[in-house]
């Protein structure tokens, strides 16, 4: 059958402040248990919400770099529900007048272009945390009240990878914007999904699942793929689905339905009576907007345009802001005119570096100048691209400069014909074989030959010269 | 309008409070007059009234984001019905 899957995605982002969204609590990750809460996020009787004006321009900035309409009015709702690591019973939410909404995000999946369409971008705090026992769950409120971004998507993503296509570019949007850590481990940054499949001939929606508990992007594109499967199995088979939560268990790689709490949530927004509405002044947006810096799609495209990269090494590097910026430090002043003797090396082996040491390109101790020269000694042959990698390891681990390196390690790369003469003389004298092979027209003896002069050089003669040096001899 | 039965006792479950039969029965009352009030400001014409989502027109303040002051772990935890450690403790909410 030729199902469509139609996928909404809602993600939920702590923003990075100092203090929480409606008091003056620390937000600071990891502290002892209740050791950051008072009457405010408690929700003592009597306390009132004053709102963190840079949770506020951060959702603003949110907004307007997802393409959004900002709100000039704007204001705050409660949302009653009653569980456990909610303290006053409600949620400070925003119902029917987010501060953001009607933008979308361009995305790119499988080489061609997509626009994801944004419903809203709201502001509300997050709850507490609970940690459940055999009998019993302990309550730890220092997360409540924590400034929480809701951001949600049009149901018009179409497949697992577009939705991972869509975070991922969402996820290093927001770090350009510094608005959020954007770390799902400490739970910064959280993804639900809504699931459904249709037909393609049909306009309508399917029955939706909603799908929670993913902790990672390639976790939402495994829950999705599995539910849309296992949606079109039920359909297939003439079944019906029903609309239900399910949770995704990362180590039996399956969804299966929540059980309890759920029985139909009746929220009763209604408009929050402690925070009168909020007006958001046209030159001030205009000031957000200035600050916006540039994001990484449009980095992306002018690395292309500007530098003449690939897409694939363009994304590569400007997926961080940071690895970005050292990229171009590089690109900038590297002298080559193919800027890819450059990119090779940013997105190779130092990437590769910077990623096992899980720190950016500038956390490594190699200076975007250091690796220019390097490039150029590799370039004028004066180190063969074999040594240079050894070269490059000993700049990580001890900053120093490349020059320094090759003259100690004496890496140097013997180019002059005298030099190598002695190399090749033993090498023709240790394998006649060879010798004749070649010379019976076996282009593989060469090679073979050139790799014997190359290890008795101790891999510091030039492969190109001594292959000419052979070619001459035999 | 009457409030039927169903109707106040599914209000009661989502303010998580037990009624009693005389309770229900004043409850209803009260409700009804409530409902009915309701009604008798539907019939107010507002053509001419703009909305408001807050009874002041006033609009906000913010304030700058600066970490104080939270309390002791002492004072939180003080009035908590069940605790331990640093935690409160509550009845298990997950199966
Ligand atoms: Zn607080």
Redesign the pocket.
Known sequence: MNYQPVIGLEVHLHLKTKS?A????STEFGKEPNS???????GFPGSLPVLNQTAFFYAVKTGLALNCSIAEFTKFDRKNYYYPDLPKNYQISQYDMPIASEGFLDIESEGKPKRVGIIRVHLEEDAGKLIHRDDSSCVDFNR??IPLLEIVTKPEINSPLEAYEYLTLLKSTLEYLDVSDCDMEKGSLRCDANVSVRKKSETTLGTKTELKNMNSFKGVRDALAYEIDRQIEVLGSGGKLIQETRLWDPQKLKTHPMRSKEEAMDYRYFPEPDLPPFVIAKDKCAQIKREIPELPRQKVLRFMKEYNLSAYDARVLASSKSNALYAEECLVNYSGKDKKQIVNWLTGALLSQARSRNCPLSGLKVTPSDLIKLVGFVEKQQVSALSAKTVLAQMISTGRAPEEIIKEKNLSQICDESSLEAFIEEAIKENPKSVKDYQQGKQNALMFLVGQTMKKSKGKANPKVVQELLKRRI | MQIKEDTLNYLAHLGRIELEAQESKILSGQLKDILDFIDQLKKVDIKDVSATSHILSISNVLRDDLSGE?LTREDALKNAPVKEGNFFVVPKVIE
């Open positions: 929480k409606f008091c003056g609590c950051q809460v008072c009457p405010v996020c408690l409540a009240g | 939270s």
